[in-house]
């Protein structure tokens, strides 16, 4: 099975730190994702990658980067931290497969992240 | 972008019935799919159904894409199956590739003993 393994379960940082969340996949998946979920409002795209140094912005980018230096690890950072930010983040990843088609996600365990 | 609807948004059941859970959307879709949040948080991937109907023990999801909806149905509901309920669908493609998933809100499904 698919793994896709997030680097901490719970976070407290403090407003204005520079804030590193790390994702880690073993299948070779070309595409990795990140979301937040909040609630009431459900998963949201953050940032996506469909290559190594590529990357796209998805429906709420503004206050986060992300990195993808080899194709196992996608990072999200939070380039100064705030309150707003925090959120339970969720890494996943998928292949392709044959023809451009998409199969199922495999996500991570997530992060919860508390800014304080 | 293309929305997704989920209904209803909050269901209770006795264990041992059966259920159906309801995904529309508002353009068509070539990539389909359901997810099981457990109270934990670990979502699970369900199903990738963009049309068709596909079986998985006591879940099957329909998916009619023509009419831009999917169903999900429990049946013989166990305490196990609580949780939030996804459905997903690809937002569209980039200029580089594939895209992310548009979620909808979920049901938030509880199983009593």
């Known amino acids: 099975d698919v793994k896709v393994t997030q680097s901490s379960r719970y976070l407290v940082k403090r407003t204005g730190e520079k804030v590193f969340l790390e994702c880690v996949q073993d299948m070779d998946h070309e595409n990795m994702f990140w979301y937040r979920q909040d609630p009431g409002l459900g998963l949201r795209l953050i940032y996506f990658?469909?290559?190594?140094?590529?990357?796209e912005k998805g429906d709420i980018p503004e206050g986060y980067s992300v990195s993808r230096e080899k194709k196992e690890r996608f990072s999200l950072i939070l380039e100064s931290a705030s309150t707003n930010q925090t959120s339970m983040y969720l890494c996943?990843?998928?292949?392709?497969?044959?023809?451009?088609?998409?199969?199922?996600?495999?996500f991570g365990s997530g992060t919860r992240l508390t800014v304080v | 972008g293309i929305q997704v609807e989920q209904s209803p948004p909050d269901l209770i059941l006795q264990e041992g019935a059966n259920s159906t859970l309801r995904c529309n959307f508002s353009d068509s879709v070539n990539n389909l799919q359901w997810f099981h949040q457990n109270p934990w948080g670990q979502l699970i991937n369900l199903f990738y159904i963009p049309s068709g109907t596909k079986q998985n023990g006591r879940l099957s999801a329909t998916t009619v894409a023509t009419e831009r909806y999917s169903l999900l149905y429990i049946s013989s509901s166990q305490t196990t199956d609580s949780g939030v309920y996804f459905c997903?669908?690809?937002?569209?493609?980039?200029?580089?590739?594939?895209?992310?998933?548009?979620f909808g809100k979920g049901t938030h499904l509880i199983i009593q003993p």
């Open positions: 996943a990843s998928y292949s392709s497969g044959t023809g451009g088609r998409n199969y199922g996600y495999t």
């Open positions: 990658s469909y290559d190594v140094k590529m990357k």
């Open positions: 997903a669908v690809l937002r569209g493609y980039s200029g580089g590739g594939a895209d992310g998933l548009t």
